[in-house]
């Protein structure tokens, strides 16, 4: 089991920037990838980005392409989501997930087994 904390959730402004962080403990060396959802009120679950632990290759979703970047730091077992050029419709709680097997090829497949307890952005307008 691997066990995530999310922190560096908070309220910006639009156009502003936050870094969210992802501490991982337990079986992190046994993790596969790493990512983020997000959900806003009423809304659907979304999958915003995701890292492969060892190779570091990744994905983001086309709604946060270009202002988004994931990235990791192994000697700290730390995943971050850098969120540039903020928007309102970013405004969610965003998870910190981890795929401890590769169930799938893809990224955006992976069935992501351990969760986060979520932090909230909010992007004022």
């Known amino acids: 089991q691997v066990q995530l904390v999310e922190s560096g959730g908070g309220l910006v402004q639009a156009g502003g920037s936050l870094r969210l962080s992802c501490s991982s403990s337990?079986?992190?060396?046994?993790?596969?990838?790493m990512g983020w959802f997000r959900q806003a009120p009423g809304k659907e679950r979304e999958f915003v980005a995701a890292?492969?632990?060892?190779?570091?290759?990744?994905y983001h979703a086309d709604s946060v392409k270009g202002r988004f970047t994931i990235s990791r730091d192994n000697a700290k077992n730390t995943v971050y989501l850098q969120m540039n050029s903020l928007k309102p419709e970013d405004t969610a709680v965003y998870y910190c997930?981890?795929?401890?097997?590769?169930?799938?090829?893809?990224?955006?497949?992976?069935?992501?087994?351990?969760w986060g307890q979520g932090t909230q952005v909010t992007v004022s307008s």
């Open positions: 997930v981890a795929a401890t097997r590769a169930t799938a090829a893809a990224l955006i497949a992976l069935r992501y087994d351990s």
């Open positions: 337990g079986r992190t060396f046994s993790s596969y990838a």
């Open positions: 890292i492969r632990w060892n190779s570091g290759s990744t």
